[in-house]
Structures are given as structure tokens and as C-alpha cells.
């Protein structure tokens, strides 16, 4: 069988876990790194022996060395990097998130539909088994229409976490701060479950955090069939806690920290308001079970279900244009919070393109950091 030889852009931190993973599937082969930093670039090529290069990662994207790459570096310089590899004909595995802007990522996909190359985004929560029930379970059907969602999820961060880099928590450096960064994650299986509002208000704060972006945001979401929602993120609020719920006409389904609950309603909320004559009467609630599939999860199902995309037209399980839900969602959040009055989806590129500038032009960025670059230790010795 034919394997995908996978070059790793951004090997400082999270590219690292990366380059293990796919050492672990057979259908890829790790053949090359990069970094901007020259003697990390240096020191994982030599871990994983493999070509290591060096500043611009233009050098590895032309080398030939390369099938896809997998895009790792922080965000901000992502989309430059994502259009060079299209335009080189290498099929592209993003990080969250795609890019800072809807704009930007906007460009991103028209490129891969140019180019006829595969674009994924590294959405590996997606493959949980708790969510894989989930998406199941309201795809089904059994919950009836959605009348209400929420989000709620700790995200917390000390200090110490945004001083290891001067990019951080800054709008010139990350163009955000809990939703840009910490958020895309939930954010995702959130819009995955309950579906895409059409209208959001939103509101952010710095709350404890000595950044110029926001450490706490949430919003009241307003959705095409009449439904509502609701959610809450913020990085001043340790675990646990961490919670998506539905509630639709004929039940209700909550994730929390890891946990799935059903409970479903006889007969349907809508028709038995309707219908019944009893002054103090309410549906029935049953509590279902949920039996959660065995399935392998983590970023290496990613990376493999993309590979087999390429080799086998397998269906991504994270494609590049689902990874836009969310990041366009933090955009209409903070611009609605800037113009504190609500922002309809799909909001106005220009709009806030206008707004980010304006942040940037305000804000210089963050002089005294303590630079560190290192992969979260819970993913760090993950496949």
C-alpha cells in the first residue's frame, strides 16, 4: 500500500506529539520538520531522523520530500504557510484554528478547491467516544427539534501560561484570547451537536489575567428555527465542570466532563402542552441508556482518516470547511462584544477584518515573557 509521506510545520511544541503519531500509523511517513527556531528544527529532525529545515518553510514544502504537511505553528503565521503548501500541490492537516479571521480562512479553503488538494483540521475531539454517541444520538433524530443549547467550559490558565511567549494572549500575536485559543475545541463538538446560529450577542471581559485579550466570554445565541443558547468560556475558571447540554422536544442530552446522559420525554413536550388537561401534569421523563462505541480516538485517527482520504477518498472526519463553524462563531463574539449589540451569522468579513485592525493599531503586545515552548503534558505522550 502506497503511504503518504508527511513533512511537520512548527515542531516547537504540539508538532512534536505530532511527529510520534505519525510514527505510529501505517498508512503515513514522517519525512521531514521544520521550524523557525534553528536548533529545534535541528534537535527533532535528529530525535526522529528525518531532513530538518530551518526558518521559512518554504525550503521543505519545495524539497520534494512531501506529500501533505501538517501545519503546527502558532496560528497568526498559518495561512501564509497553509497557501504556499497549496500552491506547492501538498495536501494540508491544519492545527486549530484555521487562521485568526474568517477572511483568512475564507482564502485557505477557495485555495485547496484551486489546488484539488485535501484540507483537514486537527479536530480530534471529535473522535471521543462520548461525542461520537452524541453526533449518533441528534442525527438520529431522538431528540426532536432543539429548543435550547448550552455551553459551559472551564479553560483555566495561570499567568505563568501567557508569559512563555510573547505571542500570547495578545491581538497582534493570537488575535484573541480564551475563544482564539483555548475554546475551538468545544466549540466545535458544541456547533457539531446543536447546529450554527444565525444571530449571536456576545460579551467579553479580562477578568484575572494580565493580557490585553479576553479571559472570559459567552454569548446568547439565536438559531433559524426559533431556538436559543447559551455559553460561557474562560480560562479563570479551573475544572471540572466542562458541559454541553440539548434539550429538544422529545429529550434531553448532556455531556459533562466526559459523561453522557439521555433522558427522553413521552409524549413530546410540544404535544403534550398541547394536549393535556391535567393542571399539574408533566411528560414523562425516561432516562435512557448510552452505550458509547468502541472506538479508537486521538490525534492519530485524525491524521490516518486523512491519509486515507487521500489514498481511498475515506470521508474526513474534520474537514478544513467545519473548522470555519467555530472559528467564525469567536469572530461574531468578539465583534458583537465590540459593538455591543447583536452580529447575524455569517457575519460581515470586511466588518471585522475593520475591527481586528483597529485592536492591533491599540495594542503593541506584551514585552516581559519568560519564553518557553512546550506541549501540553496531556497530550504530549498522546498518539
Given at each position: 500500500?502506497?503511504?503518504i509521506?508527511?513533512?511537520?510545520?512548527?515542531?516547537g511544541g504540539?508538532g512534536?506529539?505530532?511527529?510520534?503519531?505519525?510514527?505510529?500509523?501505517?498508512?503515513?511517513?514522517?519525512?521531514?520538520?521544520?521550524?523557525?527556531?534553528?536548533?529545534?528544527a535541528?534537535?527533532v529532525?535528529?530525535?526522529?531522523?528525518?531532513p530538518?529545515?530551518?526558518?521559512?518553510?518554504?525550503?521543505?514544502?519545495?524539497?520534494?520530500l512531501?506529500?501533505?504537511?501538517l501545519?503546527?505553528?502558532?496560528?497568526p503565521?498559518?495561512?501564509?504557510?497553509?497557501?504556499?503548501?497549496?500552491?506547492?500541490?501538498l495536501?494540508?492537516?491544519?492545527?486549530?484554528?484555521?487562521?485568526?479571521?474568517?477572511?483568512?480562512?475564507?482564502r485557505?479553503?477557495?485555495?485547496?478547491?484551486?489546488?484539488?488538494?485535501?484540507?483537514?483540521?486537527?479536530?480530534?475531539?471529535?473522535?471521543?467516544?462520548a461525542?461520537?454517541?452524541?453526533?449518533?444520538?441528534?442525527?438520529?433524530?431522538?431528540?426532536?427539534?432543539?429548543?435550547?443549547?448550552a455551553?459551559?467550559?472551564?479553560?483555566?490558565?495561570?499567568?505563568?501560561?501567557?508569559?512563555?511567549?510573547?505571542?500570547r494572549?495578545?491581538?497582534?500575536?493570537e488575535?484573541?484570547?480564551?475563544?482564539?485559543?483555548?475554546?475551538?475545541?468545544?466549540?466545535?463538538?458544541?456547533?457539531l451537536?446543536?447546529?450554527?446560529?444565525?444571530?449571536v450577542?456576545g460579551?467579553?471581559?479580562?477578568?484575572?489575567?494580565?493580557?490585553?485579550?479576553?479571559?472570559?466570554?459567552?454569548?446568547?445565541?439565536?438559531?433559524?428555527?426559533g431556538?436559543t443558547?447559551?455559553?460561557?468560556?474562560?480560562?479563570?475558571?479551573?475544572?471540572?465542570?466542562?458541559?454541553?447540554?440539548?434539550?429538544?422536544?422529545?429529550?434531553?442530552l448532556?455531556y459533562?466532563?466526559?459523561?453522557?446522559?439521555?433522558?427522553?420525554?413521552?409524549?413530546?413536550?410540544?404535544?403534550?402542552?398541547?394536549?393535556?388537561?391535567?393542571?399539574?401534569a408533566?411528560?414523562?421523563?425516561?432516562?435512557?441508556?448510552?452505550?458509547?462505541?468502541?472506538?479508537?480516538s486521538?490525534?492519530?485517527?485524525?491524521?490516518?482518516?486523512?491519509?486515507?482520504?487521500?489514498?481511498f477518498?475515506?470521508p474526513l472526519?474534520?474537514?478544513?470547511?467545519?473548522?470555519l463553524?467555530?472559528?467564525?462563531?469567536?469572530?461574531?463574539?468578539?465583534l458583537?462584544?465590540?459593538?455591543?449589540?447583536?452580529?447575524?451569522?455569517?457575519?460581515?468579513?470586511?466588518?471585522y477584518?475593520?475591527?481586528?485592525?483597529?485592536k492591533?493599531?491599540?495594542?503593541?503586545g506584551r514585552k516581559?515573557?519568560?519564553?518557553?515552548?512546550?506541549?501540553?503534558?496531556?497530550?504530549?505522550?498522546?498518539a
Amino acid at each position: 500500500m502506497k503511504t503518504i509521506r508527511f513533512g511537520v510545520i512548527g515542531v516547537g511544541g504540539m508538532g512534536q506529539a505530532h511527529c510520534r503519531s505519525l510514527q505510529q500509523i501505517a498508512e503515513v511517513q514522517l519525512t521531514a520538520v521544520a521550524d523557525a527556531d534553528p536548533a529545534v528544527a535541528e534537535r527533532v529532525g535528529r530525535e526522529f531522523g528525518v531532513p530538518a529545515f530551518a526558518g521559512a518553510p518554504l525550503a521543505l514544502i519545495r524539497s520534494g520530500l512531501c506529500d501533505a504537511v501538517l501545519v503546527a505553528t502558532p496560528h497568526p503565521v498559518r495561512p501564509p504557510i497553509v497557501l504556499a503548501a497549496m500552491q506547492a500541490g501538498l495536501h494540508v492537516l491544519s492545527e486549530k484554528p484555521l487562521a485568526e479571521t474568517v477572511s483568512a480562512a475564507d482564502r485557505m479553503l477557495r485555495a485547496a478547491r484551486r489546488a484539488g488538494v485535501a484540507f483537514g483540521i486537527m479536530f480530534q475531539r471529535r473522535t471521543e467516544p462520548a461525542f461520537v454517541a452524541a453526533v449518533e444520538i441528534v442525527r438520529s433524530g431522538r431528540l426532536g427539534r432543539i429548543h435550547r443549547t448550552a455551553l459551559i467550559s472551564p479553560e483555566y490558565r495561570s499567568q505563568a501560561y501567557y508569559n512563555s511567549a510573547g505571542w500570547r494572549a495578545t491581538w497582534r500575536g493570537e488575535g484573541g484570547g480564551v475563544l482564539m485559543n483555548q475554546a475551538p475545541h468545544i466549540l466545535d463538538l458544541f456547533l457539531l451537536l446543536g447546529g450554527r446560529p444565525v444571530q449571536v450577542l456576545g460579551r467579553t471581559e479580562t477578568r484575572l489575567h494580565q493580557i490585553e485579550v479576553e479571559d472570559l466570554a459567552e454569548a446568547l445565541l439565536t438559531y433559524a428555527d426559533g431556538g436559543t443558547g447559551y455559553l460561557y468560556c474562560s480560562t479563570n475558571e479551573p475544572p471540572p465542570g466542562q458541559m454541553i447540554e440539548l434539550f429538544g422536544d422529545k429529550g434531553k442530552l448532556t455531556y459533562r466532563d466526559g459523561k453522557l446522559t439521555l433522558v427522553t420525554y413521552e409524549p413530546a413536550v410540544e404535544e403534550f402542552t398541547r394536549t393535556n388537561t391535567e393542571m399539574w401534569a408533566a411528560p414523562k421523563v425516561l432516562e435512557q441508556p448510552v452505550p458509547l462505541p468502541d472506538v479508537p480516538s486521538g490525534h492519530a485517527v485524525i491524521i490516518r482518516n486523512f491519509a486515507r482520504h487521500i489514498l481511498f477518498k475515506e470521508p474526513l472526519i474534520a474537514p478544513a470547511e467545519e473548522g470555519l463553524w467555530s472559528l467564525e462563531l469567536a469572530n461574531a463574539i468578539w465583534l458583537s462584544a465590540h459593538l455591543k449589540a447583536p452580529v447575524k451569522l455569517p457575519i460581515s468579513r470586511r466588518a471585522y477584518d475593520r475591527f481586528l485592525a483597529v485592536k492591533r493599531r491599540r495594542f503593541t503586545g506584551r514585552k516581559r515573557v519568560a519564553e518557553q515552548r512546550m506541549t501540553d503534558p496531556r497530550f504530549g505522550g498522546q498518539a
